[in-house]
């Protein structure tokens, strides 16, 4: 996973016959990554049978992946990407051994120092919603040289902070997708609302 992907668009929970329309309409809205949740009803499934679609330049990952055993049946399921939401090393190590980017997850600074030294290509900072931009400011101060990943509470209204606080990504879930949009299956409308979100980022490459 390349620092410079500024938005990782999670779903949790999509409809497997919906989820082919909402991955096209996205990447073609600007997104690059896409991560479905492991415990989203046929995550793996949804993987395998869109991963042939995925456009050159983009990515299709799984995320929520709690221990090796999931990220095994994630690797088998053909993710281009893992994401975990604590810190295991085990599950870093078995990406890294498979070639596979991962963005693990923490909390805490040891949290955040461990998963980046078992060789986390980024750590997802999680749930910010508890601490908000200046968390990530302060974090940055000692962890100048991980690239930080902001995750839970991150919407329109506040996603400039958290990249101006030095996230070097960040990952929205509704906010990004539009929540009425996802619940009446409006393709058009989870399009603005990428476009809307993604408009609000930094161009990081000359940041890295």
Known sequence: MKPSVPVIGILRGIDADFFSGVMDA????????????????????????????????????????RNIDEAKKAVDAGAMFLVTPNTD????????????????????????????????????VFPCRAFGPEYIRELRGPYEQIPLVAVGGV??????EYFAAGARAVGASTSLFGRKALMEHDLGEIAQHVKKFIALCPDLKNKL
Do not use: C, H
């Open 89 to 124: 090393t085990g599950v870093i190590e078995y990406a890294k051994a498979n070639s596979l980017p991962v963005i693990a997850g923490a909390l805490t600074p040891t949290e955040i120092y461990t998963a980046w030294s078992a060789g986390a290509d980024m750590v997802k």
């Open 26 to 65: 996205s990447f073609a809205s600007g997104l690059q990554a896409l991560e479905v949740t492991m415990n989203t009803d046929q995550a793996l499934q949804i993987v395998s049978s869109n991963r042939p679609a995925v456009p050159a330049g983009k990515l299709l990952g799984i995320g929520t992946i």
């Open 155 to 160: 919407d329109l209204n506040n996603i400039k």
